[in-house]
């Protein structure tokens, strides 16, 4: 049985750890636990141990879990939507941080409902230019993020990326550090950005010394799970 109050404290403190080596503000990065394939129960648990921010990534799932839980959580969804899913995400979810075609930020923005405070979003970036991933091409985020960042029911907050697993520490930073001065070139150009998504339980550190400012952490908080990212 994995204890997930003792993991989640680990994962903490793992967190706070590189704030302090790598000059972060303390506080400066945010811990999303990734819920995916877990039970309710085990994200309960998890917010009995002070989590707050839940990432799930399936639709179905997500939505049984969002409507049956009654705690107050915060809500982010980080898979890929497919536009005819789009609205179930829209009026449950605070954030989604897997936004990768202007299509889809559309309907996000038209199906947000307007009693709701606008939708938080990233733009997911295909840094490693895989064709077989999901994300725009790091040549395409500038064009396409002021478009997106004119739409009503959306609040655009900056960056999301999933690198290819590697377990070289200085390579895992040069490919935060490639999506960290993405970000910057945006904000060069006036727009407000505060977040970057990127980091995961094999990675997170890289990803914080490099500026990620929310880690997206599921098996060193909940354990290995029964079936793997598609
Ligand atoms: C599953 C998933 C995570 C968490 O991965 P772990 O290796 O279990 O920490 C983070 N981000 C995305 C987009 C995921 O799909």
Redesign the pocket.
Known sequence: MVNIKQRLKQVLDQVHAAEEKYQRPRGSVKLLA?S?TWPLENIVEAAAAGQHCF?E?YVQESISKIDNCTEKLEWHF??HLQSNKSREIASRFDWV??VDRLKLAKRLSKQRPGDMTPLNICLQVNIDNEPSKYGFLANEVAAVAKQISQLPNLKLRGLMA?PAPCDNFEQQRTTFHQIAALQQQLVDQEMELDTLSMG???DMEAAIAEGATIV?????IFGP?NYP?P
């Open positions: 990734v995916k990432g990534n980080i898979g941080h897997s999933i995961m339980s094999g997206r952490v599921g098996t060193a799970r990212t």
